[in-house]
């Protein structure tokens, strides 16, 4: 054996932390009459309209490979769609289709990056976001939103301070786990400050439609030009209810679009060409779908953070957008023992604060994305352990 | 502007070099009548039962997130296929269900690679076996096959001295672009050598069932045990023509499952759930279609290397597996501008051999999935070409 052979499995892989709520999940299979609001992913499977698309697709034969960048009809309806929605040309050179949001992800890391790498970003964070770039050799640096007044908040002159030096300044909002939202002008100084400097920005917009006033969050795309350093994450996951399809896509530089298609070949190549048919429809017929998700989200977001705020010990700045409320329980000590021990006692899964590289113990989150039926049962079967959770913990 | 920011698009993936038969396609599109033989892809769409499978799924509500590893019915199925096939238990701890075969590799690699570790891999070589690797900082070492007797064969322990030192063997047999294929015997040589040496291979298997005697090409499964360094990729792509579908496996180490969950939670997560029911049914009732494929290949490979052989200025190693012709023209001097010369002139696309990490030039690979009537016409536009290539080039 050489010496090289016996570090075995000490690859970069083996460092990057596994998914807490996973393990958890994983752990809580044999739990019967569990409620599961742990995962970001709607309760309803995709509309039949796109489903139907899709199988339409699949009887007329279309399983063969797909162009790199996605299929051209796909591309175009992503361009209209993306103009439409936020009241500027976005040349359909600029869209790639990806294999979900974390491929877009990855793909946006991979033509950007280089070992050894700073990418910043604030917390709480959607874990993947971090572990991406990590996986691909770079150092990270987090900065913490603030609570301010009962909501989420960031001191967007103190973070642009902290991502001095950075190659890649990586913001999701609307953001997962918190609900926070950057205003319009929060966006437009942060993109002049990063175009000045030359820093990457990706941007995971998501949730951009996720939201519980006008049709779509504020973007980087309206304060941009098309070179600029800006690379837009979107997927079709939690919009339309696609979550299992595994569909994204990028808007990108127009110079960087052949990047992308580049690393695109090596890694999936392109989506299925019968999900690809399917996604059209959800962009182009799928409107009023979004508007009811909208409504079902903003209604479940009251009821929960009511049931979660009737609860002294229980802080729970009020999301504005996505579809999770993250809240903390006073006293106590360790988020991942506290919501292992909700899975057995109250049977209902939540996500550990932890997961979400929080250092502060306490924090929870918590997927509303149900039926009332369910989220009332949740709440009804928490209630204890949100008011004694200092003798608890 | 910061110097960092003034590097730009220098990242690792702008060195890596794009694919040349993608780029050839591109350029080609607009040639009407062209024969497009460059691609490896079935000629006809997924099998009904197949593409009906995932509409049912999709009918019943099959869309949301399934486990990082894959929906447990399809790891069962892929565990049962491949110890039926093989002959021996394939424990369901090993599988891994991915999105593609390039997904696979992606995921092989990174569950083993560091920083600058070295891959040692055959020549002719699918490119994008190499461009992974790369892509995560790997440097490459490869060795060519030689022709002998009117067949690809390998010295193997001139190959093993070539390997001394690295940390992964990358082998693809049934070979892309050759049909070149391991024997039983040199598979078992492999395996002893680099097990004694602790060495990775990652076995890219996906070519395994398109063979003209037997049910399978030997695997390094059959002379292995669980634990030893391997890593088998296989994919759904060329065995049940599901190309555009993005869906394969690995079979690894049990030890090194969790290390791939945990990658592919960061990467894709996992395959879509209507997939992943049409690939159980492919697995459990697709021997017939994939036995008559292997029939239909095997004809399709007699006519075009008869075809090929016709001309005397043309060397074609006649493959024992997969589907291509790979064939040398003589006095060819640029293989990738013949080939443009060959989609203007003749109207036929085909693979240049420098696409396959191949210096000498005058290669070609042509994809004979095809029928009959496409097959012998393209023969029948390339004959001048073949006869004349002293000339012309």
């Given at each position: 054996m050489t010496i090289e052979a016996k570090q075995g499995l000490e690859s970069r892989a083996i460092q990057v932390p596994p998914s807490i709520t996973r393990e958890l999940a994983n752990a809580a299979m044999s739990v019967e009459g569990l409620i599961p609001l742990w995962f970001g992913e709607p309760n309803i499977p995709t509309p039949k309209f796109i489903?139907?698309?899709?199988?339409?697709?699949?009887?007329?034969?279309?399983?063969f490979y797909a162009e790199g960048l996605g299929r051209p009809y796909l591309r175009d309806a992503i361009s209209s769609y993306m103009s439409a929605l936020y009241g500027k040309s976005i040349g359909v050179d600029r869209i790639a289709v990806t294999v979900s949001g974390g491929n877009a992800l990855n793909l946006a890391f991979q033509s950007v990056l280089e070992e050894g790498d700073t990418v910043v970003t604030l917390t709480p964070a959607f874990p993947n976001l971090l572990s991406i770039p990590k996986l691909q050799g770079a150092r990270t640096i987090t900065h913490a939103l603030e609570v301010k007044d009962g909501k989420w908040s960031l001191d967007v002159e103190a973070?642009?301070?902290?991502?001095?030096?950075?190659?890649?300044?990586?913001?999701?909002?609307?953001?997962?786990?918190?609900?926070?939202?950057?205003?319009?002008?929060?966006?437009?100084?942060?993109?002049?400050v990063l175009r000045e400097r030359g820093t990457w920005l990706i941007s995971d917009e998501v949730y951009a439609r996720t939201v519980y006033s006008g049709k779509a969050a504020p973007s980087f795309l309206e304060v941009s030009e098309p070179e600029d350093r800006?690379?837009?994450?979107?997927?079709?996951?939690?919009t339309w209810a696609m979550t299992g399809w595994r569909l994204g896509w990028l808007t990108l530089p127009p110079s960087l679009t052949p990047v992308v298609?580049?690393?695109?070949?090596?890694?999936?190549?392109?989506?299925?060409?019968?999900?690809?048919?399917?996604?059209?429809?959800a962009l182009e017929?799928?409107?009023?779908?979004?508007?009811?998700?909208?409504?079902?989200?903003?209604?479940?977001?009251?009821?929960?953070?009511?049931?979660?705020?009737?609860?002294?010990?229980?802080?729970?700045?009020?999301?504005?957008?996505?579809?999770?409320?993250?809240?903390?329980?006073?006293?106590v000590t360790d988020s991942i023992a506290y919501a292992r021990m909700l899975i057995e006692e109250a049977k209902v899964g939540l996500a550990p604060g932890d997961a979400f590289l929080v250092g502060e113990p306490g924090w929870f989150r918590l997927c509303?994305?149900?039926?009332?039926?369910?989220?009332?049962?949740?709440?009804?079967?928490?209630?204890?352990?949100?008011?004694?959770?200092?003798e608890i913990a």
């Open positions: 489903c139907d698309e899709a199988a339409r697709s699949l009887a007329a034969g279309e399983t973070f642009l301070e902290t991502a001095k030096g950075a190659k890649v300044v990586l913001l999701n909002s609307p953001s997962n786990p918190t609900g926070f939202m950057l205003t319009k002008d929060e966006i437009a100084r942060i993109m002049e800006l690379i837009v994450v979107n997927s079709f996951s939690k298609e580049k690393i695109a070949e090596f890694s999936i190549a392109s989506a299925p060409p019968f999900s690809q048919r399917a996604a059209v429809v017929q799928g409107e009023e779908f979004v508007a009811q998700m909208a409504k079902n989200y903003q209604h479940a977001r009251d009821l929960v953070c009511n049931g979660l705020l009737a609860h002294e010990g229980v802080t729970c700045p009020v999301p504005e957008s996505a579809f999770y409320a993250y809240f903390k329980v006073d006293g509303f994305a149900q039926t009332d039926e369910q989220l009332n049962e949740a709440l009804e079967r928490l209630s204890p352990f949100l008011a004694k959770a200092r």
